[in-house]
């Protein structure tokens, strides 16, 4: 007997949630943030327009159906299944947070905060999910298949992510290392390899291209045409290259395509790997190792 779906509502704790963990009482946050010339009224009300989205996509369930919810926080130890729909209630990082775990599942995106959030991948209301729930698990409704990045690394660990990965030091020092673009299919590095000093190294989506991966195009003064959502494209930047004796800045950005990857082996005592922001859930590279960055095998599910 095949199991009945399950929805996943995937949350994240409010900004409301975290005052009164810190205040102890919805009193005592809103003086605190009137000692700021600040009110707690607008925090209060983003929480609860946000609570109410949850319990209307929850009781949207099909009865039938089996129901779970996990936090953002818990997204690295829950386990998906094949026959989930996942549902993101809250803003587009959220799905970029829960993408990262998923192999194929259907996502829908609910916005908790129309206007406020811009809506890339929070594409719904809470009220569409009776109609989009049933048809996602009918292949009746029309999805984006996102390009996502993967890095994997000498040793077989592997991230994926849905923006970008950032590669580089876990705090403000200087990651050093070595960087060369390989080609496909035999995926070699070329003569090109080049010793770098830098704050590090992104490599985004057309989904990323909308957020943090713009901002590096847009002080790079790049030509580079920035890739589509659904384009099997990649855009990587080196962020501060330094020019020294020892070190280069010739390689600081450039497209990955088809199988296309950049490679670098690590040059530094300790350096990190996270993508989407998720620094918890990060691979530690050290001195000598090796990481590949290229398109990932799998793609994000996304109910239009």
Same mark, same amino acid.
């Given at each position: ?11 994240? %704790? ?19 943030? &009137? ?18 989205? =949850? ?5 949207? %369930? ?16 829950? =386990?998906?299944?094949?026959?989930? %729909? ?11 947070? &829960? ?19 811009? *809506?890339? =991948? ?22 984006? &298949? ?28 200087? &990651? ?94 300790? =350096?990190?790997?996270? *993508?989407? *922001? ?27």
């Amino acid at each position: 007997m095949s199991l009945a779906p399950r929805a996943v509502l995937v949350h994240r %704790v409010s900004e409301y949630e975290e005052l009164l963990a810190r205040h102890g009482t919805h009193g005592q946050a809103a003086f605190f943030l &009137a000692s700021r010339g600040r009110t707690v009224d607008g925090v209060r009300e983003r929480h609860l327009r946000a609570q109410r989205a =949850l319990a209307e996509v929850a009781a949207a %369930v099909p009865a039938r159906w089996r129901q779970a919810r996990v936090e953002r926080a818990d997204l690295d130890r829950f =386990l998906f299944g094949p026959e989930d %729909v996942v549902v993101v209630v809250g803003q587009d990082g959220l799905v970029a947070n &829960a993408a990262k775990y998923l192999d194929g599942q259907p996502v829908i995106g609910i916005d908790t905060d129309p206007g406020r959030n811009p *809506g890339v =991948l929070v594409r719904h209301r809470a009220a569409d999910a009776a109609r989009l729930l049933p048809a996602a698990v009918a292949h009746r409704a029309a999805f984006d &298949a996102l390009t996502m990045v993967e890095a994997v690394t000498d040793d077989a660990q592997r991230l994926v992510a849905l923006n970008e990965i950032y590669l580089g030091s876990p705090g403000h020092r200087t &990651a050093r290392y070595r960087l060369s673009p390989a080609g496909a299919p035999a995926d070699r590095a070329d003569d090109r390899a080049e010793a770098q000093a830098s704050s590090g190294v992104l490599v985004g989506t057309g989904t990323g291209a909308t957020g943090w991966l713009r901002s590096l195009w847009q002080q790079h003064g790049s030509c580079l045409p920035l890739p589509g959502a659904a384009e099997a494209r990649l855009i990587w930047f080196v962020r501060e290259a330094w020019p020294s004796p020892a070190t280069g800045t010739s390689l600081v950005e450039g497209v990955l395509a088809g199988g296309g990857r950049l490679h670098l082996t690590v040059e530094s005592d300790r =350096l990190v790997a996270f *993508g989407d *922001g998720m620094e918890s859930d990060a691979l530690e590279l050290t001195w000598g190792q090796s990481v590949r960055l290229g398109i990932a095998g799998s793609s994000l599910r996304l109910l239009c």
